[in-house]
């Protein structure tokens, strides 16, 4: 084994750790919880690394780094789901839907639609998108209120290209995460009536994911408790 994925392996053994603990504290199966290995700013001999250690699910937040990462990993022969976490600009959908299997961040309809055409054209399946929250509703950070939730979900669900599979969310800064993911867990109840299909709660990263899974997260983002501290290039 190399050094670096003995350090991913031991990280990983971790943050699995942390993960069936909550699993437990939440009377919640483990395998309720699906873990998504953020691997922005590191490269794709990391992935490999991560597909070797039993992690199937990857996260990359910038099209101009997933895009070359998927096809390197993808001529390696690995066979991992991608899932776009970061902002997604409209010019960039043509590239992601080639490559992502789950695009989390999906706020507004204007990008529900480029995506949706983007989709029907560039991939044969349907692809599972989640609509970003805004807990705090301040949409500069990305997300949408609470209060136009319904809208952007009306809009993803109206495209057959798309499938409305849930709601994604950070905590902002700010908040208390238990208070953050209280408030994520009511607004996903209240989805859930009128898109009871729509059950995927994407919340939870490194240094939040217990307070995530006692609400309810079905997939966490964990970026440096996995691969360690980026560099701050972001
Ligand atoms: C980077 C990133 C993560 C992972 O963050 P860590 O704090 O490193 O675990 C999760 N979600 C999104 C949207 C990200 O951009």
Redesign the pocket.
């Known amino acids: 084994m190399t050094e670096r994925r003995a350090e991913i392996a031991k990280n990983l053994h971790l943050v699995r750790e942390r993960l069936a603990a909550a699993c437990a504290a939440a009377g919640r199966p483990a395998a309720d919880v699906t873990l998504i290995a953020?691997t922005?700013t590191y490269p794709a001999s990391d992935v490999a690394h991560l597909a070797a250690l039993g992690v199937a699910d990857i996260?990359e937040?910038r099209d101009q780094e997933a895009a070359p990462k998927a096809a390197a990993v993808a001529e390696l022969g690995l066979d991992v789901r991608w899932h776009f976490?970061?902002r997604l600009q409209r010019n960039k959908c043509r590239s992601v839907v080639r490559y992502a299997d789950m695009v989390h961040s999906v706020d507004g309809v204007r990008l529900a639609e480029t995506l949706g055409r983007a989709a029907a054209e560039g991939r044969a399946r349907p692809l599972d998108v989640l609509v970003q929250v805004s807990i705090d509703g301040d949409a500069s950070r990305g997300g949408v209120p609470a209060d136009s939730l319904e809208r952007v979900a009306e809009a993803v669900a109206a495209v057959p290209s798309l499938r409305l599979r849930g709601l994604m969310a950070?905590a902002p800064l700010d908040w208390r995460p238990e208070a953050a993911f209280d408030a994520l867990a009511r607004t996903a109840e209240r989805l859930r009536i009128g898109y009871p299909t729509a059950d995927v709660l994407s919340a939870g990263?490194?240094?939040d994911l217990e307070a995530a899974v006692a609400f309810g997260a079905t997939h966490v983002?964990?970026?440096?408790?996995v691969l360690g501290n980026?560099l701050p290039l972001e």
Do not use: D, E, F, Y
Not at 221 to 225: E, P, Q
């Open positions: 953020v922005k996260g937040n976490v970061g950070v990263m490194s240094a983002r964990i970026g440096s408790a980026r």
